[in-house]
């Protein structure tokens, strides 16, 4: 396997790293230092370069999304009115301690990504998050309902588009 090829893979097991390239904002020689890719640091920084060069630009477009919260989120046995099933937990609203927060609109995977790093910047724990077709959920503990609708917010104000 060529040194390209090399760096081209410790590059796509962190996607971090795919993010800064793209971005333009990463170290060269920094990041191959980083990788730790068997050959010279200078090589590996050519090979970043070059990679680099060949990826989208980081694009990042506003959202039509509308955030709202759903409070007092518990698990139900009964799927029917839940918001959020995955296996045998279902959440719904029953008056427990959880708090939704819902985004409609424009919002996929990427989205929730975003979502999901945000909030953990901002020291917020999720107890569970999902999206299918143009919902998004996250579900915390109350007391970090209001931080996450900001968080949630904001984030989809710019989040990183691959599709557009």
């Known amino acids: 396997m060529s040194l390209a090829a090399r760096t081209r893979e410790a590059v796509a097991d962190r996607p971090f790293l795919v993010d800064a390239l793209r971005a333009g904002v990463a170290n060269y020689t ?10 010279d640091v200078d090589a590996v920084a050519t090979a970043l370069r070059r990679f680099a060069d060949e990826l989208p630009p980081y694009e990042t477009a506003e959202r039509e999304a509308r955030v ?4 007092g989120l518990g698990e139900v046995a009964d799927h029917g009115d839940a918001l959020f099933v995955v296996g045998d937990t279902a959440l719904a609203p029953t008056g427990g301690s959880l708090q939704g927060v819902l985004a409609t ?9 975003a979502v999901l790093r945000q909030l953990s910047t901002a020291g917020v724990t999720v107890e569970a998050a999902g999206t299918a077709g143009d919902v998004l959920l996250v ?5 970090s ?4 609708v900001r968080t949630v917010e904001g984030t989809l104000e710019a989040v990183p588009n691959r599709d557009r």
Do not use: C
Request: hydrophobic share 55%; net charge negative; glycine share 12%.
């Open 68 to 71: 709202t919260m759903e409070g």
């Open 145 to 148: 309902g209001a931080d996450a």
């Open 105 to 113: 609109g424009d919002v996929d995977a990427a989205a929730l990504a």
């Open 139 to 143: 579900v915390v503990d109350r007391r």
């Open 30 to 39: 920094a990041v191959a230092r980083f990788l730790d890719v068997e050959g």
